[in-house]
């Protein structure tokens, strides 16, 4: 398939619009088989909008909801990497059974400010699910309970992951071509 240029990069296809499909209903059984009872999701705008999407049409667990969030993280020049929150969470979230879902967790700087954000708040529990996954960049102890596909450390593109904001709109995902 053919390459695509966005800003100043050239990105090869690396997961077609078909392997994510795939990805994302193995995600859905996992977490349909798991039981959880009336889970409140909170999709992590903007890069989940479309993992968020697709995914809560394949959920059949009785009384979902689903919530959004939307975090910046910026990356100064330092490796601990500061994340504010934009939008915050509007539902009340005491009691529920929380399923955070993530388009990926690299540093996992994200993840560790959403537990913290969400656990003072007393939810019954609380779960993370992610389409992908970047294990040799991961920082954190915390879990990952849902992992639709681990990937190498490279940067990709597509289905809600961008590159300075564009490339969202892509329905494969894309690696950086070397
Ligand atoms: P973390 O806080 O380092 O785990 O990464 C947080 C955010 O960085 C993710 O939610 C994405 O928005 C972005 N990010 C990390 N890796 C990639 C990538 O390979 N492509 C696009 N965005 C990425
Ligand atoms: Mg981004």
Known sequence: MKDIKLH??????YLTENEIREIV??????????????????AVL?????FAADIMRKITLPNSEISFIKLASYEGMITTGKVNELIGINADIKGRNVIILEDIVDTGNTLMKLIEMIENKEVASLKVATLLYKPEAYLKEIPID??????PNKFV????LDYDEIGRNLPHIYNLKN
């Not at 593109?157 to 809600?160: E, F, K, L, P, R």
């Open 46 to 50: 903007n890069g989940s909008f479309l």
């Open 25 to 42: 209903q193995k995600v859905a059984e996992e977490i349909n088989n798991s039981g959880i009872q009336n889970p409140l999701f909170i």
């Open 157 to 160: 593109v597509g289905y809600g």
């Open 8 to 13: 100043d990069k050239t990105f090869e296809i």
């Open 146 to 151: 849902f992992i639709g596909k681990s990937i």
